[in-house]
T-cell receptor, first 113, second 114 residues
Framework: DQQVKQNSPSLSVQEGRISILNCDYT??????FLWYKKYPAEGPTFLIS?????DKNEDGRFTVFLNKSAKHLSLHIVPSQPGDSAVYFC????????????FGKGTHLIIQP | GAGVSQSPSNKVTEKGKDVELRCDPI?????LYWYRQSLGQGLEFLIYFQGNSAPDKSGLPSDRFSAERTGGSVSTLTIQRTQQEDSAVYLC????????????FGPGTRLTVT
């Protein structure tokens, strides 16, 4: 039973436009959320995170939005650049819990020139 | 500074053999995590260490899997009597301490059981 879901296996966006990656979760105990980016043959790289007490966190071109009532978060990348082409993973954790991060299956973002 | 390193980067083994996977966390990071990614799947959490102790081993897939960490640094994940379903990329991550939830990942070990 997947607790973190990324329903779009892939997404194609034109360079310079906004990329929006979506993530849904089912476990209401999750209280911290993260986005990771992964290139082939490399480990995931931390991008940005958000606590459940916030609804938005911004870092440069990356913004994460959290809608707790809908159990939904999204990552916005503006403007999209060719180097953003990668697989993006959404992850969640219960702070103070005994587990590691729970990941979605990822969305492959392709930035077209 | 140096990131998380893992060895070997690739391992091909015959079914039934034992394998050892090694992880060197970022210096000074007290928390260490093991995950695996099977083909087409997300990352699956296996176990974490705070210092040398693992509070909860229930995430390990079977009793053929074991992990240890010595000196608060290097960790080894051992899989005994490997099976084909163990084929995956095994990823190690570390964080400054347990409550620092941003984890930094190594490049992974790709394990293939033939």
């Amino acid at each position: 039973d997947q607790q973190v879901k990324q329903n779009s296996p892939s997404l194609s966006v034109q360079e310079g436009r906004i990329s929006i990656l979506n993530c849904d979760y089912t476990n209401s105990m999750f209280d911290y959320f993260l986005w990771y980016k992964k290139y082939p043959a490399e480990g995931p790289t931390f991008l940005i995170s958000i606590s459940s007490i916030k609804d938005k966190n911004e870092d440069g071109r990356f913004t994460v939005f959290l809608n707790k009532s809908a159990k939904h978060l999204s990552l916005h990348i503006v403007p999209s650049q060719p180097g953003d082409s990668a697989v993006y993973f959404c992850a969640a954790i219960i702070r103070g819990g005994a587990d590691g991060l729970t990941f979605g299956k990822g969305t492959h973002l392709i930035i077209q020139p | 500074g140096a990131g998380v390193s893992q060895s070997p980067s690739n391992k091909v083994t015959e079914k039934g053999k034992d394998v050892e996977l090694r992880c060197d966390p970022i210096s000074g990071h007290t928390a260490l995590y093991w995950y695996r990614q099977s083909l087409g799947q997300g990352l699956e959490f296996l176990i974490y260490f705070q210092g040398n102790s693992a509070p909860d081993k229930s995430g390990l897939p079977s009793d053929r899997f074991s992990a240890e960490r010595t000196g608060g640094s290097v960790s080894t994940l051992t899989i005994q009597r490997t099976q084909q379903e163990d084929s995956a990329v095994y990823l190690c991550a570390s964080s400054l301490y347990r409550a620092a939830y941003e984890q930094y990942f190594g490049p992974g070990t790709r394990l293939t059981v033939t």
